[in-house]
């Protein structure tokens, strides 16, 4: 796991109390959602359980010994689902997959992948995108199988690829 360097509010811990002027609410906010983008980025991670937020020092300061509080989570990921970079995984809302770019910007990121490797009207599977001797330098490298499946739908959706599904895999042909 990636060390994260943490913005000096982190420590402060006002930064863990919603604050009460609009102004500087919204910049506090803007600062986490930067913060919660940085984390997954740093630790390679992509889904966020609201029960298991304060397992990680993300939302838990234990040095200052403060913890976000789950309203304030629930702001943030409303935040980042406006802006398509965080998803619900379920009805309630307690699991959320977290996506440091959007998934269009994935796609694009994948499908130029395949195309500078020569693989446009090439089959690959899943595992060998995410966990492929030829991806290890990609920054999809390691991302979460949800996340490449939607970024591959998107392309799906602009008929750069297909879906496959055969036995117990999952592929993807590129056009």
Same mark, same amino acid.
């Given at each position: 796991?990636?060390? !994260?360097?943490?913005?000096?509010?982190? *420590?402060?811990?006002?930064?863990?109390?919603?604050?009460?002027?609009?102004?500087?609410?919204?910049?506090?906010?803007?600062?986490?959602?930067?913060?919660?983008?940085?984390?997954?980025? &740093?630790?390679?991670?992509? $889904?966020? @359980? !609201?029960?298991?937020?304060? &397992?990680?020092?993300?939302?838990? *300061?234990?040095?200052?010994?403060?913890? +976000? =509080? !789950?309203?304030?989570?629930?702001?943030?990921?409303? =935040?980042?689902?406006?802006?398509?970079? &965080? =998803?619900?995984?379920?009805?309630?809302?307690?699991?959320?997959?977290?996506?440091?770019?959007?998934? @269009?910007?994935?796609?694009?990121?994948?499908?130029?992948?395949?195309?500078?490797? /020569?693989? !446009?009207?090439? $089959?690959?599977?899943?595992?060998? +995108?995410?966990? /492929?001797? *030829?991806? $290890?330098?990609?920054?999809?490298? /390691?991302? @979460?199988?949800? $996340?490449?499946?939607? %970024?591959?739908?998107? +392309?799906? =959706?602009?008929?750069? %690829?297909?879906?496959?599904?055969?036995?117990? *895999?999952?592929?993807?042909?590129?056009?």
């Amino acid at each position: 796991m990636a060390e !994260i360097e943490w913005p000096w509010q982190y *420590n402060f811990p006002p930064f863990f109390t919603l604050q009460p002027h609009s102004e500087t609410q919204q910049k506090q906010l803007m600062t986490w959602t930067s913060l919660v983008l940085d984390y997954y980025r &740093a630790t390679k991670q992509s $889904v966020l @359980d !609201i029960r298991e937020m304060y &397992a990680t020092p993300l939302f838990n *300061n234990t040095e200052i010994k403060r913890k +976000l =509080s !789950i309203e304030v989570v629930q702001l943030i990921l409303d =935040s980042l689902l406006k802006s398509g970079k &965080a =998803s619900p995984l379920d009805k309630s809302k307690q699991r959320w997959l977290i996506y440091w770019h959007t998934l @269009d910007e994935w796609g694009e990121t994948i499908y130029n992948w395949a195309q500078m490797n /020569g693989l !446009i009207g090439s $089959v690959c599977t899943l595992f060998e +995108l995410i966990q /492929g001797d *030829n991806t $290890v330098d990609e920054e999809f490298f /390691g991302l @979460d199988t949800e $996340v490449v499946t939607r %970024a591959l739908k998107t +392309l799906e =959706s602009q008929g750069k %690829a297909e879906l496959m599904f055969f036995d117990d *895999n999952q592929g993807v042909k590129f056009f």
